[in-house]
């Protein structure tokens, strides 16, 4: 049985898929909620001929003949019927043809849509200067950025100028006049349109990814001119993105650079999609906001010490990417996996602090160490933890119930007093902050236990 392209561009959409991968020798699967699977009905292997017969159906001709005299082809098409696009990429590898195909809305989301805070809108008010959006791949930052843009061109009476590679969402003239150019089919590179945009009075520059040197030098330009320049960095974090930047440069300009980043930036949103229990994934965004305790560290080169600012900055909207979890996780179910994120981000802020962890092996024995890591700083203040709940028991510490299988802080100071365990609780998740006390804390994780001595011989107390 054989398959047509329309056949699986509709499983894809009708299944709410990210990403749809055909390649020679392996059945058609797609990516939801970042998962690959395989499209139910469908197990026959593709071969390189049947590949090229569906590129054939959706090819510009144009394209047709660089499938031999290209290693890969970039390009973004449109199913009305579908209300549907779709970002595609064809590569050549060991079996023969493939093909990476991004599902896009046919048109952009509004900000509302995405559940943003307010702070998404004001970077939109803006008038010049640089935001970037930051994030791994399939963290939504083309989405994000599409919905800034049609903010901008419902709300304002300006030129939007795009420059992407495709195109991806299609933006229409509402109140803005928007020209949207793409590599390779109305310009030769980011820096030939970059360097050609200052020449065509926009007000708001998007260019689709920072890749080499001379166009962030053109971005920072632009952005120092007059211009609101938004840009996507492929980084983990805020102060990830001003390294980025800085280090593209050679030695004798970098400290140039940091002061261009310095004056110019206004914030940077590095978000990631995280799972819902039963389905769906959800925006998390660490925000930084360019406050002048910022633009000096960027001077300084104290990029490390960015992250603190974040945490100190929540009364103007900054926030890290763990509290932004926390947040999520006090309206909606998130998988543990997120949790664990949460944690991630914790042990970052906290330059490379690990929690010595003791893990109960669930029938009441000593809990087994793991190898041997740093010492958390005190955790007396957000960000909170948060960690999944697969069953077990309940604790009280200190007059608080604890939901494990939960890490409790114990100080060196401060032993934990008064432990217990009792009770059977599954599917939940728990969010405790440690009310207090000094010193150096460490975490226990239990599993499956019962009775207050396996408790405290889990702690190895």
């Known amino acids: 049985m054989s398959i047509t392209i329309r056949e699986i561009l509709k499983y894809a959409v009708s299944h709410n898929a990210s990403d749809i991968h055909l390649s020679s020798g392996v059945a058609p699967t797609i990516r939801i909620d970042n998962d690959l699977k395989p499209i139910q009905g469908f197990d026959k292997l593709l071969d390189d001929a049947e590949i090229r017969s569906i590129l054939n159906a959706i090819l510009p001709e144009r394209y047709k003949s660089d499938l031999d005299n290209k290693f890969d082809i970039d390009l973004g098409f449109e199913d009305i019927n579908l209300k549907a696009r779709f970002r595609v990429n064809v590569f050549h590898q060991e079996r023969g043809l493939s093909v990476a195909m991004r599902y896009l809305a ?3 989301p509004a900000l509302s849509e995405l559940g943003v805070s307010q702070v998404f809108y004001d970077l939109c008010d803006i008038d010049n200067g640089l935001i970037l959006i930051a994030g791994p791949t399939g963290s ?8 800034m843009i049609d903010h901008i061109n419902s709300t304002k009476s300006s030129h939007i100028l795009t420059i992407e590679d495709p195109i991806e969402y ?3 003239c509402k109140k803005c006049l928007v020209q949207q150019r793409e590599i390779n089919k109305h310009t030769g590179s980011f820096d030939d349109a970059l360097r050609a945009a200052l020449r065509e009075d926009p007000d708001y520059i998007l260019v689709g990814e920072m890749r080499d040197l001379e166009t962030i030098r053109l971005a920072l330009t632009a952005a120092e001119t007059g211009h609101l320049v938004f840009a996507t960095l492929h980084t983990n974090s805020a102060a990830d993105c001003i390294d980025r930047i800085v280090d593209v440069f050679p030695t004798f300009e970098k400290t140039l650079i940091r002061s261009m980043v310095a004056n110019s930036l206004r914030g940077v949103i590095s978000q990631r999609l995280i799972k819902k229990i039963g389905g769906g994934r959800v925006l998390a965004a660490e925000i930084m906001l360019c406050t002048n305790a910022i633009r000096c560290l960027i001077r300084e080169n104290k990029t490390p010490q960015i992250y603190s600012a974040i945490q100190t900055g929540k009364a ?3 926030k890290t990417l763990a509290n932004s ?3 999520l996780a006090a309206k909606l179910g998130l998988e543990p996996a997120a949790l664990a994120h949460t944690v991630q981000e914790y042990n970052r802020a906290v330059q490379d602090g690990e929690f010595n962890a003791a893990v109960c ?3 009441g024995t000593r809990g087994i160490e793991p190898p041997k890591s740093n010492w958390a700083q005190r955790l007396d203040s957000p960000p909170y933890l948060a960690y999944p709940v697969t069953g077990g028991i309940t604790f009280t510490f200190g007059g608080v119930e604890i939901d494990p299988q939960a890490r409790v802080i114990n100080t060196e100071d401060n032993p934990i007093q008064g432990l217990y365990a ?3 609780i599954t599917g939940k ?3 405790h902050n440690y009310p207090g006390g000094a010193g150096l804390m460490r975490g226990a994780v239990f599993g499956r236990i019962a009775g207050e001595n396996a408790a405290r011989e889990a702690l190895g107390k």
């Open 140 to 147: 939504g930052k083309s989405t994000t950025l599409a919905a």
């Open 361 to 363: 092996d669930g029938k």
């Open 422 to 424: 009792t009770g059977e």
């Open 170 to 172: 299609v933006h229409k």
């Open 316 to 318: 103007k909207g900054m």
């Open 106 to 108: 046919l048109t952009p």
């Open 429 to 431: 998740f728990f969010y």
């Open 325 to 327: 979890i926390q947040e």
